[in-house]
C-alpha cells in the first residue's frame, strides 16, 4: 500500500511494507536493493509501486546512501546500477526522485514553479553532518526559492521510541538542538524528525506536511531497530501530471 498526497502540484509517496514479492524477512515490498533480498523481487517491488504511482520505472531515480550530507544534481535517467552514492539528489527535469529508509527520515522537498524538486535521506549522521541544509541549497543553486518549496516529512522512528546513549545525545543536540529527547520510558533519546523540521524552518521552508507514523511501533512499516534483518520503505516527490 503506498500513502500518496498532492501539494500545490507536487506529488508525494510513501511506502509501507505491503503489496509485493519478496518473503520473510522482507515481506512484502522492500524496495531496498542491499539488504540481502533477492535481487529480481527487489525490481518487480519497485516496479510494482511505480505502477501504482503511475510513474515509468525508469522515471525514479534512486541513491547509494551512507550516511552523509552529499548532494548530487541529477538530469537524465538512471542506469541501471549507476545511483549516485549520496543522501541527498536534486532535479529539475521530469524524474521522481526516491529515498529508502527503515527508521531514518525520509525528506522531500519542491518547488513547483521553478520546477525543482529534491529528496534526502536524514538519519542521526546525516542530520547532524547537515543533509538537510545542504539539499535546500542546492535546490537555491538550481532557481529555487525558499518560500516557495514545499516539503514532506515521511515515516520515521519517533523521539519517544529512539533510545541513545546521553552522550550521544549530547553530541547530535550540540549541533541540533531540537533533536534532543526523551523516551516514553525516561531515556536518553533523539527525536530525529523534530530535527528536521527544525532545520527545514531555519531554511526559510514554512510549508511542511509531517507524518504521524512511527516505523519502530507500526507493524505496517519496516523497522531496522525493531527487526535487523528487514526490507526498506521508499518514500518518493515528482512534479506534474506528465508522470503520473
Do not use: K
Not at 503506498?2 to 515481506?27: C, K, L, M, N
Not at 524538486?117 to 553532518?129: C, E, F, I, N, S
Amino acid at each position: 500500500m503506498i500513502y500518496t498526497t498532492e501539494r500545490s502540484g507536487a506529488h508525494f509517496a510513501f511506502t509501507d511494507r505491503w503489496g509485493g514479492v519478496s518473503t520473510a524477512p522482507y515481506g512484502e515490498l522492500n524496495l531496498g536493493g542491499a539488504v540481502g533480498d533477492d535481487p529480481a523481487a527487489v525490481r518487480e517491488n519497485r516496479t510494482l509501486a511505480a505502477r501504482e504511482l503511475g510513474i515509468d520505472p525508469a522515471d525514479v531515480v534512486w541513491m547509494n546512501q551512507v550516511h552523509g550530507a552529499e548532494v548530487a544534481v541529477v538530469r537524465e535517467r538512471q542506469r541501471q546500477g549507476q545511483a549516485p552514492t549520496v543522501d541527498a539528489v536534486v532535479t529539475d527535469r521530469l524524474l521522481a526522485l526516491a529515498v529508502l529508509t527503515a527508521d531514518c527520515t525520509p525528506v522531500l522537498l519542491a518547488d513547483p514553479v521553478a520546477g525543482i524538486v529534491g529528496a534526502a535521506h536524514a538519519g542521526r549522521p546525516g542530520l547532524a553532518a547537515g543533509v538537510v541544509p545542504a539539499v535546500v541549497r542546492a535546490m537555491l543553486a538550481q532557481g529555487g526559492a525558499a518560500e516557495r518549496i514545499v516539503a514532506a516529512i515521511g515515516p520515521a522512528v519517533c523521539g519517544r521510541c529512539y533510545e541513545v546513549p546521553a552522550e550521544l545525545r549530547a553530541e547530535v543536540a550540540a549541533l541540533v538542538p531540537a533533536a534532543r529527547a526523551e523516551t516514553s520510558w525516561g531515556t536518553p533519546a533523539l527525536d530525529v524528525p523534530g530535527g528536521v523540521a527544525r532545520q527545514l524552518a531555519e531554511a526559510g521552508i514554512t510549508e511542511v506536511v509531517r507524518s504521524s507514523v512511527c516505523t519502530l511501533e507500526s507493524a505496517d512499516h519496516f523497522s531496522y531497530r525493531r527487526e535487523q534483518r528487514t526490507g526498506r520503505l521508499a518514500s518518493y516527490v515528482w512534479l506534474g501530471s506528465e508522470l503520473s
